[in-house]
Nanobody, 116 residues
Framework: QVQLVESGGGLVQAGGSLRLSCATS????????MGWFRRTPTKEREFVAS????????YYADSVKGRFTISRWSAKNTVYLQMNSLNPEDTAVYYC?????????WGQGTQVTVSS
């Protein structure tokens, strides 16, 4: 069965960096697009970044463009989100997403808290 397990969240000061990881299993990782979303108390779910399965295409929300980088390591079936220049508005629970045959799969989420 499809499993997505996020890690790497934590508490960081404004201006700092974190790298989130999402380890996957149960599907052919290289075939499908992967993404990151986040949820805050005021936003139910917000798109952050995504990356195509077969090619290098990446997409970012305007709010994170230039600060966050999504990448994937097929040998480890893992997708990453490098987050730099973090600010308090980035505080959220971050979720890994896989879109597989029109079905969305989600991890359990990892909390990121940015202090000012």
């Amino acid at each position: 069965q499809v499993q997505l397990v996020e890690s790497g969240g934590g508490l960081v000061q404004a201006g700092g960096s974190l790298r989130l990881s999402c380890a996957t299993s149960g599907f052919t990782f290289s075939r499908y697009a992967m993404g990151w979303f986040r949820r805050t108390p005021t936003k139910e779910r917000e798109f952050v970044a995504s990356m195509s399965g077969s090619g290098p295409s990446t997409y970012y929300a305007d709010s994170v463009k230039g600060r966050f980088t999504i990448s994937r390591w097929s040998a480890k079936n893992t997708v990453y989100l490098q987050m730099n220049s973090l600010n308090p508005e980035d505080t959220a629970v971050y979720y890994c997403n896989a879109l597989i045959l029109s079905v969305d799969y989600w991890g359990q989420g990892t909390q990121v808290t940015v202090s000012s």
